[in-house]
């Protein structure tokens, strides 16, 4: 962790604050302008490492920017430490930023970093964000709901406790769009669940990499070609599985069309 005692940008006025900000999915364009303004603002900003470089940069150079980036089963500091952090600095009158890619309430663990403040007494305001389903889909054109798709549509984490502890039972198939976060390591898993749970093997299904970014990728298949796609694509993370009807649609679909061709399912 980097070491940040030197003069802070913005001096105490002894009340601190921890604000809970959502990064978005990777364009600085797509930030609020509460969001912004607070970046201006900060003393610190403790962030994941999923926020980009162009939206740190829009902090001014003095302010202390602190990494806390997760990486699969490797954390730079685990979360009760980072709640500590938080804590802490608040403490000393400063104005925190806790900055999270996304929305800090979908899969951020805002959830547990609030709770943690206000049971210290701590004073917190959360700030949503974009979360990387809508920014992901939108780049890709690819709709979450369509009426003549999708009526319903669910959020699940790919890795969150073990997907054995985790029943998507109904969350995918016929009108329905079941939205993977953190799915790419787990791809053959989940498709072996899926199809367990009543999936049929042609659904449909897209690979959302790099959300709103310069390098975004949308890549169409269907369910049981999931795994061998990630593999010859070398698909990485942040990336977002979007599974059902609605992942027909989008940049991709003439490829989509023909890989469902080949496959002999009718498109």
Known sequence: MENYERPLAHPSDGHGIVYLVGAGPGDPELLT?????????????????????????????ETVKISVAKQRSRHSLP??????????????GHKVVRLKGGDP????????????????????????????????????????????????????????????????????????TLVIY??????????????????????????LQNGTRNDFRALQTLLTDLGDLVQRESVKSPALLVVGEVARYGDAEDKFREYAQMAGVEF
Do not use: Y
């Not at 509460?34 to 740190?56: M, N, P, T, Y």
């Not at 073990?162 to 109904?170: I, R, T």
């Open 182 to 207: 953190m799915g790419v390591a787990n791809a053959e898993a989940i498709v072996e669940k899926l199809i367990a749970d009543g999936a049929s093997p042609d659904l449909p299904v897209a690979v």
């Open 33 to 61: 302008l509460r969001a912004a303004r607070l970046l201006s603002e900060a003393d610190i900003i403790v962030h994941d490492g999923l926020v980009s470089d162009d939206i740190l940069a829009m902090a001014p150079a």
């Open 79 to 92: 979360q009760d430490e980072i709640n500590a952090l938080l804590i802490a600095e608040a403490k000393k």
């Open 105 to 176: 309430f979908i899969f951020g663990r805002g959830g547990e970093e609030a709770s943690d403040c206000v049971n210290a007494g701590i004073q917190v305001e959360v700030v949503p964000g974009i979360s990387a389903a809508l920014g992901c889909a939108a780049q890709a054109k690819m709709p979450l709901t369509h009426r003549d798709a999708s009526s319903a549509v669910s959020f699940v984490a790919g890795q969150c406790k073990g997907l054995s502890d985790q029943n998507w039972s109904g969350l995918a198939g016929k009108g329905r």
